[in-house]
């Protein structure tokens, strides 16, 4: 059964950082791309960073230049560090498995992320 388990969302100012953390399991975690995902109030869940296999990366236009996903594939975790955050940056914060660009795994928890003065 695969699990995602995402964390360290919270409360921060605008121009703070936040680094998130996905564990999963059930998974070949090494050989999977995976993805970080948000879900504003009122708006659809969208993809904001990506990273493969091998360690390549890709960001939504939002967020590139500010966020940086990486992998520990020892630890079957992805991160997503967060800085320059912005309150249009305010959202529920997921993970997945890609395949063929789509998400796959049902939705984990999700991390709250909430930027604000």
């Known amino acids: 059964q695969v699990q995602l388990v995402e964390s360290g969302g919270g409360l921060v100012q605008p121009g703070g950082s936040l680094r998130l953390s996905c564990a999963t399991s059930?998974?070949?975690?090494?050989?999977?791309?995976m993805g970080w995902y948000r879900q504003a109030p009122g708006k659809e869940r969208e993809l904001v960073a990506r990273?493969?296999?091998?360690?390549?990366?890709n960001y939504a236009d939002s967020v590139k230049g500010r966020f940086t996903v990486s992998r520990d594939n020892a630890k079957n975790t992805v991160y997503l560090q967060m800085n320059s955050l912005k309150p249009e940056d305010t959202a529920v914060y997921y993970c997945?498995?890609?395949?063929?660009?789509?998400?796959?795994?049902?939705w984990g928890q999700g991390t709250q992320v909430t930027v604000s003065s």
């Open positions: 990273i493969t296999s091998g360690g390549s990366t």
């Open positions: 997945n498995r890609l395949v063929g660009g789509t998400a796959i795994h049902s």
């Open positions: 059930g998974i070949i975690f090494s050989f999977n791309t």
